[in-house]
RNA sequence: GGCCCCAUCGUCUAGCGGUCUAGGACGUCGGCCUCUCACGCCGAAAACACGGGUUCGAGUCCCGUUGGGGUCACCA
């Protein structure tokens, strides 16, 4: 029985890249008759959220890449959230300390920057935990137990040697051991780092198939080295190509809209989507570039991806969702316009921010606008109250990327919320609020007379704020 | 920088030694259709990174160079 699964960490919105890598694995399990399990890698205690995890699991549903085992069906494997396995962890990371695989070390943060210090300065080829406590003795150990020392559990990794690490799409790949770090399996938190939490988890979960990005490569020895020291038979391991910006580096905020919701907001459709990510790095044995997730499913075959890093291209994916759109009767069209954009919930959210402002019922579609569209086009006066007097265009555009940042932390945009944050980074910068909140009006909507900005930001949601803000950014910058 | 992966038009890719004067798609440009725009249709420009081998023959196999990427956390 072929399984796989995908594992998402909820430390932020909902990536597209996790959905090119889920939906590998959905093909997969489908064509094999396979299942497909969602488990959730929260053992981040500091950055994982439940509103991101909710937030991935409505993506995924969204695309329409179901599961057969998950956090929210439950499964014979569970629980299905790491955070929620820590005794699992604990009882193979001391099962793993009998056996000798793994050890307890005891070095302080400072010790372990010293020592990074040190091997930067000294240029060592292979920076990395440089052994310390591997040499300690029972006993040493003992008497730091007892001093109640915090400790970490780490691997052990073999001096001299191989590791090879058999990738079905690149063949053997071999790691000298010694370029291999003792990596940290156990946090001192108790929370397993993610190459234990995953080598146990995969194992408990039967999974047969590990079809992950290509990031994971390096790492990977660690995880063979792990298999060896439980008794554990591997996986196959499956390493895809990364997406990549037009730069060619790996996918990121910064180049690309990367949240899944941007997509789903802007009206792309899920099929859309899924057929465009499936045309990354694989094809259609027939050349078709147009095929239905069921069309992709018989036709799927690791033998006919490509290995170069496919780079994300939007213009492409617009092609492809306007074929989609297109096909669709001027019924159903109308139908999900009203269900997914011009829909009675949104338009009850924005009447009483724009009620005040209207006189004749049509006066509404005004105000409107920049609720509903993706881009606004800034107009010459908009550019010019886009910078305060006694500002740059560069003064501007910091302010509103530091904004950006506190929209892209948040799950969802609050009114409340927002506004005390504003209110913040206004007194932080030092700015007048008359010289913030203009920017940030016309960055967001394009105007420079709207309802209340906290409000309007809310209703509007993050997705158009944040891309808002970064087109106001991009014209600023391009003022220099 | 060490290690690892990768390498066909700007981009996604077809090509699994001869059928390649390298095919398709997005984008770009030109044209047709047309009240405009869009859609649609037709056409054009546009690529085998480089150097060595192997072979009768290399985009396809091997090696090297170059280039790009990833990774070197008590993040995943």
Known sequence: MVRVRIAPSPTGDPHVGTAYIALFNYVFAKKNNGQFVLRIEDTDRTRSKPEWEHMIIDAMKWLGLSWDE?????????????????????????????????????????????????????????????????????????????????FVVRLVVPDAGVTMVKDKLRGEVSFENAQVDDQVLLKSDGMPTYHLANVVDDHLMEITHVIRAEEWITSTPKHVLLYKAFGWAEPEWIHMPLLRNADKSKISKRKNPVSLNYYRESGYLPRAMLNYLGMMGWTMPDAREKFSLEEMIPAFGFDRISLGGPVFDIQKLTWLNGLYIREQSADDLAASISRDLLSP????????????????????????????????????????????????????????????????????????????????????????????????????????????????????????CRRRLRAAIAVLKSQG
């Open 70 to 150: 998950g956090p929210d069906i439950g499964g014979p494997h569970g629980p299905y959230r790491q955070s929620e396995r820590g005794a699992i962890y604990a009882e193979h990371a001391e099962l793993l300390l009998e056996k000798g695989g793994a050890y307890r070390c005891f070095c302080t943060e400072e010790r372990l920057a010293g020592v990074r210090e040190e091997q930067r300065k000294a240029k060592v080829a292979m920076p990395g935990y440089d052994g310390f406590c591997r040499k300690l003795t029972p006993a040493d150990v003992k008497a730091k137990l007892a001093d109640k020392i915090p």
């Open 345 to 464: 919930a949104a338009l009850e959210a924005m009447t009483p921010l724009i009620r005040e402002r209207v006189n004749k019922l049509e006066d509404v579609v005004d105000h409107l606008v920049y609720f509903f569209a993706g881009d606004v086009a800034y107009s010459a006066d908009a550019r010019a109250a886009l910078v305060p007097k006694g500002k740059s265009a560069k003064d501007a555009a910091n302010m509103l990327a530091e904004l950006l940042e506190i929209v892209d932390g948040l799950a969802k945009i609050e009114a409340a919320d927002i506004e005390a944050k504003m209110k913040a980074l206004c007194d932080k910068l030092g700015w007048k609020t008359k010289e913030f909140f203009m920017p940030v009006r016309v960055a967001v909507t394009g105007r420079t007379a709207t309802p209340p900005l906290h409000e309007t930001m809310a209703v509007m949601g993050k997705e158009r």
